[in-house]
């Protein structure tokens, strides 16, 4: 193989063995499309800002260019998102396959990490999109954020080469380091930094946004650090980087979905049923403590702009919060279906099955109850309809203290779902299996009733005293799911198999269910993500660079809801290439599950 | 294949099926707020009064914290019968002095029992001038009060409003030093309500001297130490102390390197 490189590019090619392509080939080329990308686009960029006639905004229909940036930029969002999240749990996995010496857990990493390195391409391709559309349609606020983070854009350009070349040698390399596991590793650990990086730097960019800081009234820059470590900075990389290992899982199980119903032989069935079940463990680990970086994020906002974190809770938005539970709703649901649907594979399993429709009718109780709206902004006509600004009976269900109780009984249903599936082909032989099952369902029980104890107590108590009780509502929970793991984990230690799990028996619809799941969840991050960003209503930089174009306006619900849907479908027929593509690297592993 | 047409399918099923959900929720569309229009020549204290009215339910976005009538949700004091109450609330404040200072200063005085968190309304998000703050004074002492519309003030403040180019997305970075600097005398450092330059012809701003040429006859450190401390040397026919010795602490040195900059250019 020739190419134009350098010696350390032919010295890796020298270690390939058993990669796809070889790995100096692999890195060579990784650098020639980012670089090409990169190039094109700029290139781009200044022709037609050279061409073009001189302008603050240029146009694109009426309010066209904004639902264009909209749309690239939530696509590249999705795909870095894909690209940065999923190296954190195949470095995870990887660690697992390393340490129980379980062909398995390696052979899932490198499922994980040949999806990253091949969609690496098509981010980049958005990104460069991103650029062009930005620069073209809103040459002015380019060229201030330009100036705003100046020395940042050229750590970027290293960054996301670095990312493309450890990228390639974490796969490429990855049978040839088979004996060196932990070098590997850490190549990996080092790719998630770098990765890591990207999303803290891109994020100071989207927080100065919202956020702004470090500025004078004019809008000149006073400290660069200013500008970066502004109010919603952290809150925002938290939130992404927790969002990003949830969304990587989501788009991990959706492909293992798609292997599993195009699979040909049993054996390729089984591993994806596992793969698929393990993907969406992985995004509804990462979804539990989402909302709690969520209330950090809006802490920030209130705590930098009353008025703005009013807004973004009781104002325009309000509705498309409803909106959010019941994708909420729909995801805990689904996630219990497909726990449900997969119990019916594991023998044994049919001594829990009559748990299930109390489960399910707390299930839609809480999700009911979740979905009640309490105060909104309504029209006159809708006041009167309802008889207030809240319905008199139902509204009193979609206060905080309901909703709270709800989500968090929501959160213990499918816990319970959880656990009677771990349970499911297991027979506890501890001589202490009494007292321990009685502190787990005591432990369950408990939390119940203390949740459910302060929802009511916080009817009768001052707002301030109420928001307080939402942290203790959650502090019970979360100790039920340590806690209670823990306990499980010790009490069925060495238990008796009564059954065998057979994978891959399982019906077409629970990979439909994963599906579903998948797209649930994307949804959610693009809806979550046009509140987030508009909340800055009609400015770019909230009370900084004013928005005086014509698409400085909110659109009706309807609207951004369609252009939601169009980026996520648009994000799936991309991530179907990527599926496409990725089904034609195989390895030949021997694993048993 | 197939199987990739089914997914792709069942994906599009979904995702329109949250996007038919999410239009059958009431919809809402939220526009900027309109820009009051007024004749200053025909301007009348109602108009006024209507103006500050409208100005306080839309861009003033008033009413995200407070309420016109008590309403114990709401984060800050109700308006009704703040006209009646207004002067009583600072010794030596009036009505309209304490409304304005509310408004433009408001942590100066924060009404007990509610938190200090009211952004001033002149400076962004709301961004008011000085019409739409004096309109909505007048608002707001008409609930409980009487406004006492200064209808040639107000008139002169709609015809400078009327002036001033709706502000545009801000490039400051790109911008030459002088260019900055004229941002900010016209801006934060407020320069314009005094002096006239060619950027800012206002005949009103005549308190201090008119600076459309002190390029050519000032240097620059004569410039610099005017704004630092402007009574060392006190211009002919201008009495001393009324420029205050603020700028200091108001302009970063940056900002005040750019004003030097562009009063230096003005020649």
Known sequence: MRYPGSGLLRALDRTEAHAPHGVGAGVFKGIFKTLAILTVSMLAVYLLNQTLPDATYREFGRGGARI??????????????????????????????????????????????????????????????????????????????????????????????????????????????????????????LLNLVGTSIVFLTNAWAAFMMTPQGVSDAGVRESLWKVIHTYSWMPLNLHRLVANVAFGGAVASAYAAFRFLSAKTDKERAYFDWMGYIGNFIMISALIPLPFMGYYLGREIYAYSEQMGVSMMGGAFSWLWIVQAALIGALFTGLNYYLWLSMGKIEGAQRYRKAIPPLLVVLILCYAVWLTPHSLVASLEEARAIGGTHHPVLGVLGVMSAKNTAVNLMILTTYLSFLFYRRANKECTASWKSVGNGVLWSLVAGAAVYVIYLGVKGYFVPAIVRIGYSVYQVGAVACVLIFGTLLDVL???????????????????????????????????GLMGYIRSGVRQFWHVYGVVKDTSSGAYLPAHGVSGMIVSSAVLIFFLFICLVFYLGQKIEKKVEISL | MQVIGRLVL??????????????????????????IKLDPETLTCAQVVEAGRKTLTSKGQCLVCHSIEPDP???????????????????????????????????????????????????PPADLNEFEVSAVVDYLLSLGGSPTCELDRLKELLRAAAREAPKPAVDMASLSPADRGREIFLGKGTCMACHITPHNPNPQAIVGPDLSKVGSRRDADFIRKSILDPNADVTEGYPPGVMPPIFASLLTPEELNDVVAYLSSLR
């Not at chain 2, 069942?10 to 959900?21: D, I, M, P, Q």
């Open chain 1, 68 to 189: 264009v940036i909209w749309l690239v930029a939530q696509l590249h969002l999705m795909l870095g998102a894909f690209m940065l999240g999923a190296p954190i749990f195949a470095v995870i996995v990887e660690v697992i396959g390393w340490r129980t010496k379980e062909a398995k857990y390696d052979l899932l990493a490198w499922d994980f990490t040949k999806l990253v390195a091949v969609a690496g391409a098509i981010t980049s391709l958005t990104g460069g999109a991103m650029l062009i559309v930005f620069a073209v349609f809103y040459p002015k606020l380019f060229s201030y954020m330009r100036g705003i983070f100046m020395p940042t854009w050229y750590l970027y350009v290293g960054l996301l080469f670095a990312e493309v070349i450890l990228v390639e040698v974490y796969f490429l390399m990855w049978d040839r380091m088979a004996r060196r596991k932990g070098a590997h590793i850490l190549m990996g650990v």
């Open chain 1, 491 to 525: 009490l069925y230690r060495g238990a008796k198999v009564v059954g065998p799990i057979r994978w891959g028996r399982m019906p077409a619809r629970s990979q439909y269910t994963l599906l579903f799941l998948a797209v649930s969840f994307i949804w959610l991050m």
């Open chain 2, 10 to 35: 069942f994906v599009a099923a979904v995702t329109f099926f949250y996007a038919w959900f999410v239009t059958k929720i009431p919809q809402s569309e939220s526009l900027p707020p309109e820009e």
């Open chain 2, 73 to 123: 949700k709401a984060r800050g004091p109700a308006f009704s019968g703040v006209g009646a109450r207004a002067a009583k609330r600072r010794p030596g404040l009036t009505a309209p002095e304490y409304i304005y200072q509310s408004m433009t200063q408001p942590q100066a005085f924060v009404v007990e029992g509610y938190p200090p968190i009211m952004p001033p309304a002149n400076k």
